[in-house]
């Protein structure tokens, strides 16, 4: 059964360092999407990727964080200079459409574990 | 309350009884979503209802939704211990692009 794969599973960065976090969504996924959850916290959506192009972030999204896709199977979230706050779970989805026009579901990957010393 | 606001907080059953967890929102929804998370791990998607649905099964799930009074439920019948876990709503509301909103979140505990 096709999944969404992220790495590393665990990530331990020292506050200031950048960090990338990575994911390979499902193949025939067109819609791409980073969610974080704060420990004991609800999951946040952060942002969401379609042809290339953030189609909305949240306020949490900020000049600090950027995604990319550099090729044709990955999708990265970058958080540039992180703080202790950043600490988080990570999770990556993806879905076959988006916006309102179908109504798909929308598959997490099992995350990558940010911790920030 | 929040969209996407589950009860209750947490849930301790005996296995073999079935457990109903509860889901409220706010705003209009294309669809409503549960998923599951198992302690520290991922979300496993369970299910989705879509706006124009009332009532949907899948194996021991069953999930209902209610649009006018803004609410969904998921049951598990017959649980197992294996069931312990963590149980998401999410809503993908209406005109936005398709973001999930997420509860807090109900703690299943399943007692073998």
């Known amino acids: 059964e096709p999944e969404v794969t992220q790495t590393p599973s665990h990530q331990v960065t020292q506050m200031g360092q950048e960090v990338i976090l990575r994911c390979v969504p499902i193949?025939?996924?067109?819609?791409f999407y980073w969610y974080r959850q704060i420990l004991g916290q609800k999951v946040e959506f952060l942002v969401s990727?379609?042809?290339?192009?953030?189609?909305?972030k949240s306020e949490i999204f900020d000049d600090q964080f950027s995604v990319e896709r550099p090729d044709g199977s990955n999708f990265t979230l970058k958080i540039r200079s992180t703080k202790l706050e950043d600490s988080a779970m990570y999770f990556c989805?993806?879905?076959?459409?988006?916006?309102?026009?179908?109504?798909?579901?929308?598959?997490f990957g099992q995350g990558t574990r940010l911790t920030v010393v | 309350s929040q969209q996407g606001e589950e009860d209750p907080q947490a849930l301790s059953i005996q296995e073999g009884e079935n457990a109903t967890m509860n889901c409220s929102y706010k705003?209009?929804?294309?669809?409503l979503q549960w998923y599951r998370q198992n302690s520290g791990r991922g979300l496993v998607h369970l299910i989705l209802?879509?706006?124009?649905?009332r009532e949907k099964h899948s194996g021991r799930l069953r999930v209902t939704l209610d649009t006018s009074k803004k609410s969904s439920s998921l049951l598990i019948t017959a649980s197992r211990a294996a069931d312990t876990a963590s149980y998401f709503c999410?809503?993908?509301?209406?005109?936005?692009?398709?973001?999930?909103?997420f509860g807090k979140g109900i703690t299943l505990s399943v007692r073998p």
């Open positions: 999410a809503t993908d509301a209406s005109g936005a692009n398709s973001k999930l909103t």
């Open positions: 705003t209009s929804i294309n669809n």
């Open positions: 209802i879509r706006s124009n649905e």
């Open positions: 990727f379609y042809n290339n192009e953030i189609s909305e």
């Open positions: 193949s025939n996924h067109l819609y």
């Open positions: 989805a993806s879905s076959e459409a988006g916006r309102g026009l179908m109504n798909t579901e929308a598959f």
